[in-house]
Every structure is written in C-alpha cells, then in structure tokens.
C-alpha cells in the first residue's frame, strides 16, 4: 500500500474543516485536522505533514504564530486562510513563510488546485537536489544551508530559495515580479516590498564579495552580478 501524503488543517471552523477534509480524502490525501493553534503546533510536530493549510485567526495563539513556529522547525509548505475583508498584510504573511494564501469564501476546487501546485513545486525542489557554488558562497537547496566563507549562515527557508534563485541565473535581470511568481510560486499583486525586505536582509547576512555581488537594478529589480576571478 502506498504512503499518502499528509495534510494537516488547522481552522477553528468545523464546517470549513470538514469540508477541506472530505475533498482532500477524495482526492487521496491523508488529512488531519486542528481546531486551535496549539493544538495545530502539537499536531503539526506529531504528523510531520507535506502541507498545512492555516487559517489566520484561531483561538489562542493565532496562525501567524503557528506559521512562525512552523518555519522555526521545518520549510513545510504552508497556504493560510483569511476571511474577506479580514485586516492582515499580505507581505507578512510572505515574509513569514507562507508559500500562497485563500480569501474565504473558497471554493473547495480552488484550494485543492493551489495545494496540488504548492505541492509539485516542493517535490520539484527536492528532486532537483542543486548546490550552487561560488568562491566564498555555498548554497545548498537540498539541505537548505548556505555557506559564506566557510561559516554556516541562518537564513528562513524564503531568503535561502531567493538567493539560490537569483545564483542560479547569474547575470540575469529579474523584476521584483517575477521572483515573486518564481520563489514565491504565485502571483502577487500590489506592495512588492516583501522582495526588497529578503534581499536587505540577505545582504546583512553574506554581505557581497570581490567575486559576485546581488546587485539592485534601479527601477528594474536585482540581479545576482558575477565578476572574473
């Protein structure tokens, strides 16, 4: 018998969850459901999930917390659930961690398609296992590490697939929109600070080097700019 693959659901609504599970179970996937943010951080470490669907707010701690504490042990995907009209910042969530968001009401189609495609690229991820390698930076996609110097740099898995992304295409001119659609895997319309933010933070942490450097193309985006040894 094959393994499913685990999702975990963490959504105080009991009609919402049940519904999410029942399409989910029908499309073969293993589901597992949390009323509450603890409950969802317990259960998220006892399952080990391939996804988690997360609503914003939950009683007790709520799933911007839960999304923090999440990426604090694992890059498990993670697509959150807010009501409409709910206030909440779309490039937190981002720069939390989250690989995609829904705005209830949904329809069930929709969320199942958005977790096939969060799915398939985290698959894509781990089987192309790339080290992208230059003098002074290692970056391993595989094990999500990256190396400056010869040192061990802790990065949150977004910063670790941007850098990677913009490495692994050296010389190349991406706007702030397309990384957002190439690491983030969607599109994502309106403030692109959130590229802007990472890449700040990027730079804090590995600085630049007599050999490359992520360059800011003004008014264009950045680039990840190699010079000759």
């Known amino acids: 018998m094959l393994?499913?693959?685990?999702?975990?659901?963490?959504?105080?609504?009991?009609?919402?969850?049940?519904?999410?599970?029942?399409?989910?179970e029908k499309e073969g996937y293993e589901v597992y459901v949390a009323q509450d943010?603890?409950?969802?951080?317990?259960?998220?470490k006892a399952v080990q999930p391939k996804l988690v669907v997360l609503d914003i707010m939950l009683p007790g701690i709520d799933g911007m917390q839960v999304c923090n504490e999440i990426r604090r042990i694992d890059n498990t995907p993670i697509i959150m659930l807010s009501a409409k009209g709910e206030a909440f910042d779309k490039v937190?969530?981002?720069e939390l961690g989250a690989d995609d968001y829904v705005v209830k009401p949904f329809e069930p189609k929709e969320?199942?398609?958005r977790i096939k495609a969060v799915?398939?690229?985290?698959?894509?991820?781990e089987e192309v296992g790339q080290i992208v390698e230059y003098k002074d930076l290692i970056i391993n996609i595989t094990d999500y590490t990256v190396t400056y110097k010869g040192n061990k740099i802790e990065m949150p898995p977004?910063?670790?697939?941007?850098?990677?992304?913009?490495?692994?295409h050296p010389q190349k001119v991406f706007t702030r929109q397309q990384l957002l659609e190439h690491v983030w895997g969607f599109e994502y319309y309106g403030d692109s600070r959130t590229v802007d933010v990472h890449i700040k933070r990027i730079r804090e942490k590995i600085g630049k080097s007599d050999f490359w450097n992520i360059k800011t193309v003004w008014s264009i985006g950045y680039k990840f700019e190699v010079t000759e040894e």
């Open 3 to 24: 393994n499913k693959t685990k999702i975990l659901v963490v959504d105080d609504d009991k009609h919402i969850s049940e519904v999410v599970k029942l399409y989910l």
């Open 37 to 44: 943010g603890l409950e969802g951080v317990n259960m998220f």
């Open 92 to 94: 937190l969530l981002l």
């Open 111 to 113: 969320l199942i398609a």
């Open 119 to 125: 799915l398939r690229r985290s698959v894509q991820r």
């Open 158 to 168: 977004k910063e670790i697939e941007l850098i990677y992304y913009l490495a692994s």
